[in-house]
């Protein structure tokens, strides 16, 4: 993938490796603790190979089509839709990746969730990564993904903690409190109504699964994310990861209000 960048410079500025080598590692870990998540709930999985085989899967507000991608290397078909600007790159990734596998597995469209929604029963596993936040309204998504799941179906979220203290203050100083908003669509002609950066906390992403009929898995929780860059410069990043895992294995203020990322899954009820 950074040879990639060299190639589309054009996700410099979104990836950000190819910046301050200072922030690399700090970076580079973050990076990989979501894909192995991701690895973890739909590569690993018992009767891998069947499984995979069989499964259906959406990615909503696929944005580049990293995971796609990452899962059509592990020969898993998956379905990717994005309202993001640089939805034309997706097809250039396309090409760059298919000398390593078949990324003809990964499909994509630019569509509005609320415009085209699924066929029921449609879909075992939703992947919203950076997106919850920004699905507005919240509860006619989920809704949405609801229906879209068969019996049993998953959601995987990996989202910004809500609770993380810094953040809270970054994004305050970025948004106020105007957590919802509308913005023009040039491809789509349309107005559309989008989370600001309207970021939760565990317990209230709770509350809205729960009101939606779904139930959060307990022991999908992780929470990822917690030293900061200046850190890395006097510990090695594998130290300081297993350090973070152990932090985030138990319940505190450490882990509900100093950690960046968070990841859960979701099981249709």
Same mark, same amino acid.
């Not at 085989?53 to 995971?67: A, F, P």
């Not at 609801?146 to 203050?169: D, M, R, T, V, Y």
């Not at 789509?188 to 906390?201: A, F, M, T």
């Given at each position: 993938?950074?040879?990639?960048?060299?190639?589309?410079?054009?996700?410099?500025?979104?990836? @950000?490796? %190819?910046?301050?080598?200072?922030?690399?590692?700090?970076?580079?870990?973050? #990076? !990989?603790?979501?894909?192995?998540?991701?690895?973890?709930?739909?590569?690993?999985?018992?009767?891998?190979?069947? =499984?995979?085989?069989?499964?259906?899967? &959406?990615?909503?507000?696929?944005?580049?089509?990293?995971?796609?991608?990452?899962?059509? $290397?592990?020969?898993?078909?998956?379905?990717?839709?994005?309202?993001?600007?640089? #939805?034309?790159?997706?097809?250039? *990734?396309?090409?760059?990746?298919?000398?390593?596998?078949?990324?003809?597995?990964?499909?994509?469209?630019?569509?509005? +969730? #609320?415009?085209?929604?699924?066929?029921?029963?449609? =879909?075992? &596993?939703?992947?919203?990564?950076?997106?919850?936040?920004? %699905?507005?309204?919240?509860?006619?998504?989920?809704?949405?993904?609801?229906?879209? !799941?068969? @019996?049993?179906?998953?959601?995987?979220?990996?989202?910004?903690?809500?609770?993380?203290?810094?953040?809270?203050?970054?994004?305050?100083?970025?948004?106020?409190?105007?957590?919802?908003?509308?913005? &023009?669509?040039?491809? +789509?002609?349309?107005?559309?109504?989008?989370?600001?950066?309207?970021?939760?906390? %565990?317990?209230?992403?709770?509350?809205?699964?729960?009101?939606?009929?779904?139930? $959060?898995?307990?022991?999908?929780?992780?929470?990822?994310?917690?030293?900061?860059?200046?850190? =890395? *410069?006097?510990?090695?990043?594998?130290?300081?990861?297993?350090?973070?895992?152990?932090?985030?294995?138990?319940?505190? %203020?450490? *882990?509900?209000?100093?950690? #960046?990322? +968070?990841?859960?899954?979701?099981?249709? *009820?």
């Amino acid at each position: 993938m950074l040879k990639e960048l060299e190639v589309h410079t054009e996700m410099q500025p979104y990836y @950000k490796f %190819l910046g301050k080598r200072s922030s690399w590692h700090f970076r580079r870990n973050y #990076f !990989l603790q979501r894909l192995r998540y991701i690895k973890k709930c739909l590569v690993d999985a018992p009767d891998a190979d069947q =499984y995979r085989k069989d499964l259906s899967i &959406w990615d909503c507000g696929c944005g580049y089509g990293t995971t796609c991608i990452f899962l059509a $290397l592990n020969s898993i078909k998956t379905y990717g839709t994005t309202l993001e600007f640089y #939805f034309e790159t997706v097809q250039k *990734r396309k090409e760059y990746w298919s000398k390593y596998g078949d990324t003809s597995l990964f499909t994509c469209t630019y569509e509005n +969730l #609320f415009d085209n929604r699924p066929a029921p029963a449609s =879909y075992d &596993w939703i992947i919203v990564q950076d997106t919850l936040h920004h %699905l507005e309204p919240i509860d006619e998504a989920l809704q949405i993904f609801h229906e879209s !799941l068969k @019996k049993g179906g998953k959601i995987l979220s990996i989202e910004e903690n809500g609770n993380n203290i810094i953040q809270c203050i970054k994004l305050y100083k970025y948004r106020g409190n105007k957590r919802i908003i509308t913005f &023009w669509d040039e491809k +789509l002609q349309k107005d559309i109504l989008i989370g600001n950066e309207n970021i939760r906390s %565990l317990s209230t992403w709770q509350r809205l699964f729960e009101k939606n009929k779904f139930h $959060l898995l307990s022991d999908s929780v992780q929470y990822v994310r917690y030293f900061l860059p200046f850190q =890395y *410069r006097y510990a090695s990043p594998e130290h300081l990861l297993q350090k973070e895992e152990l932090i985030q294995s138990k319940p505190g %203020l450490r *882990r509900e209000y100093f950690f #960046f990322g +968070l990841n859960f899954v979701a099981e249709k *009820r």
